[in-house]
């Protein structure tokens, strides 16, 4: 018993890490109707960032908001340079835009940082808590409340703010939006920053977890696109509900059902991902969506 | 006019372009492809971008140290060239990469390349070629222990089930009630270790109460370890590539578990993934390792002569970090390989520097530990066999007991 | 007869120029360069399959290197375990692979463009380690080791008249390979400009209007999906014959990605584009690596930049490159370049008329 509950438990904390990154690809979603396959690598690369300026000596308190900012920025300056010519392309040529941009940001990160797996700060101990037997770290509780901050200011945003609302409408409605005087591209630029931004939030939590190297979100991507597709892509609640059951699942999975064992548990995110988009593409928190022809 | 032009553009683009190619045709073979009187051309593949990229820096180191020798004159004379081709650890690139460097750029040998999965890929190609595949960057047991079918192919590093039978021995000897836990990953790496582990323990080999596997995508292995702690496992093995090692280390301190022994592969060992850990949460209780090189951030080699000899070489690699055990290795190997190339003396052909290397090494590595031979003979094709047991002192390594020689018992 | 071959279009003429030149150059260079271009052809032939599910009928796979995986792992299998002559499993795999990318298709149907791509990335990824688990079967992390064929009889004779010297049976595997791509694009050259073709380019051009003139939805999307795989099956067969060998790690998320930039290099919607996008794929990051740093008129700095960082970074900016600045790849910019000379050549007036290459489109 106490063995299935650990299970549970280190299912839910690497599941908080696939929440983070899942939340980032939803505000995308939100922001373009779009999969950004870039976001994974974006916030490897901001983290590699933060993990440049803690070493030339910052404090991380100062190096969390400023590589935020920085994110921010860079989020920007991609959709300004890389998806701004192409933005009104069909979803195709977006789609093999950010793969590229994820190849070439994966390429960049090992040409200047090397391949070699550092230790990256954390802000929570690594000390464990003892639950009746079961053990989670600070640093696992720290990534699940920080994804639940992250979820419920996006969801603050998005709902109850003007720019939220704006950035809504621009997306599903760029039209109508644009008659009625919003800068719809402007608006795709926010909602690269803000994504970027969660990303790299993602990235800073996770690196201590996972050890900072440029193919550290690749192992984590597939379970972020199965939990975004799980809880419906559009939600933010459902992201980080989809990241849990995901994470929880293969790790059951992995753990009681031998013929999947340790080995492929990857396999289990492949297998969330088809059934659910087969027997309810919305998930579970999306609305049916209606085709645009 | 038009249509006309465009067919007589088109068949001159023909011609010119047959012409263009037909500068390059098979040159006619001669004995010592790769030797000229002022130089040796030698080829790798490596990982230099992708997934496994960490051990591209063991190609810089090599050619860091053919550097140096050249600068004191080459091997007899004859300076080293080194062509380094990244494969990305796809075995799909290291084949057309090696047959390029075999019958275009005419290497005398391969060596060291990387991968096991990449150097399969090309054995039966260049044993049919009868080109040296000399001391392969792997430990898979294959390219020892099947000598006698590829008889132009050799490893150096200890053997990985060689490696796992040293620690058979000394958990026989050390822990002998163990109830042993491995973690593996699940390829050609994990499952000789694995397969090592169990033949060395013989007929104690039930003292292995559970084995876990994790594939090299995994995300964290905190599940597999939560069920081998479950399982009342109190000596843990981790046969696991550096990344998964470090965090294995820091869950099993989270996991409140301290077994009495963790042993790691000498592949994860190197002093900065420790720290690595170590900043990371872990306790780094009872972990216990072998080796069989000097470890660059040792301080009891810093007066060390092969030490002080080894930060020279690698100061002529401006990319490469001196810390970094695979640049010793790539430098310990490289030596090896000089060593060869010096006693195959005037008769430069490939078939004597093979069979010098298969049948006649016996070498004192002056960046290996202190004992450690680097030695075949025409019935054991492992170069190196022996190593020694060092434990975490909390800061470093420290060396215990002796060498242990496992050299004979995998046939 | 003669009256026809002079008043063929320029098109043709250019058609059989390549070929005779595929052909013949083997002869005049080295056997290694000619397994060099057996492997870009095999490319070529991969890419083709993936630009008529994604150039024609507007389905985006990123999974393709999982369908040459199954193609290699078939006949790989039937050459080990079943002593299968190799060349005789090529047709076996492709005709497999088609038949599971078929049934693939089916699900697909319900998947928006986006969810597809989710979807099929997902397989790339997931591909290594599925092949690992049946181990009896594909060798496991092992991989399984082939046997190259020689050259039969009648090709060594033929070889050895027309050139004096001996086939090696890399020279071989190219012809073979040649032969395959020569087929299957003479295949797809009729497809697309027949009725499938169309119907697959109007449901990529807008389904609803598709539906609404009739056209089988469903069956052509299945179709595409099914076509597509079965190049990719025949693909994988001949690399595992050219290679010799595969295994796991062959079949990476990045032979996906390669195949991709390819289809989008070359041109997506038209034929001669793969075989351009091919040999600009295969021969990049050769090139990059070899080429780039042997030009004494390209800075240090940069050589080395090229040379270090691999191909992944050359890739990801090409990709992004072309699809802002030429969306229909290099068969495109050729394209513009002939239409643009031939308005030079004849003046404005009989351009409506002249006969031109079919127009490569954008999806």
Redesign the interface.
Known sequence: M??LL??VV??I??GG?FASLALALVLIYNAM???N?AQGEMAMLATFVAYALINRGMSYWIVFPVTLVLAFGGGIVIQRV?IR??ER?????L???T??????????A??MF??????F?SAF????I?LLGV?I?Y?DLGVMGVSGLVLLAVYLLLQRTTVGLTLRAAAHHPEASRLLGVQVSWMLALGWGLASAVGAVSGIMVA????L?P?MM???I??A??AA?LGGIESPLGAVVGGLIVGVT??LA??YIPFV???????V??AI??VV??IR?NGLFGRAATRR? | MGRNAARLAAVAAFLVTLGACGGSPAPAPQTDIGITSNSILLGTTNAL?G????Y?TIAHAEDAYFTYVNNQGGVNGRKITFKIQDDAYNPANTVPLTKGLVEQDQVFAMFSGLGTQDQTSVRDYLNSKKVPQLFVATGATTFGKDFSTNQWTMGWQPPYQGEARIYAKDVVQNHPNAKIGVLYQ?DDYGQDYLKGLTDGLGSNASMIVDK????V????????L??L??KGVDTLFLFST??PT??SL?II????WTPNAIYLNSVSNPQ??M???K???AALANVTSVAYLKDPTDPQWANDSGMQQYKTIIANCTTCKPN?GFNLYGVAVAYTMVDVLKQAGSNMTRKNVMDIAANRLNETNPFALPGVKVKTTSSDHFPIMQEQVITWSGTGWTLQGSLIDERGTLK | MLQRIRGAPPRYWLVGVVVLFLVGFPTVISSFLASEWAQALILAIAIMGLNIL?GYS?Q?S?GHGAFMALGAYTSAILAHHFKMDIVATIPIAGLLTGLVGFVFGI?AL??????L???T???A??TP??I??PAGLTGGVQGIILTQPDPPGFAQSAYGFLTGIAMTSDQWIYYICLFCALILFWFAWNLVRHRPGRAMRAIRD?E?AAAASGVNIAGYKTLAFGISAFYAGIAGALFALAAGFVSPDTFPV?LS?QL?VGA?VGGLASIPGPLLGAIFAYFLPIESNQWVPSQSWIPDQIAS?VK?????????????LI??FA?NGIVGLLYRGYVALNRRLRGAADRETGQMPPNPQ??
């Open positions: 106490q063995a650990q299970q280190s299912g904390a690497i890490i109707g779009l999969v396959f890389v010519p192409v392309a069909p979803i195709l040529t789609v093999i835009i793969l590229g941009l994820a190849t070439l940001l994966n390429g960049l090992g040409f090397g391949y070699v797996p550092r230790s700060p101990s690594a000390q464990t003892d053990f770290s640093r201590p977890i996972l050890f190297e193919n690749q192992s984590i597939i379970y696109f199965a597709v293969v790790n992995g753990a064992g340790g080995d492929l548990q990857l396999a995110g492949l991902i088809i988009l087969i593409p022809v | 971008s997934p496994a990229a960490a591209g699940n876990e596997s994790y594939d995508t995994a995300a964290s292995p905190a599940s597999q939560a069920i702690k479950s550096p990344k470090i965090q820091a301190t989270g996991l409140h900065v993934y720290l690595a850990a900043t990371a949460g970094d | 994604v507007g985006l990123l699900p319900r998947l928006s463009a986006l969810y791509a989710l979807a990335f997902a397989l990824v997931v380690s599925l690992k688990r807008g609803v990045s990605i991709l989008v930049t270090n960082a691999g191909p992944a970074v050359t890739y990801g900016a090409v990709l992004i699809m802002i969306p954008t999806v």
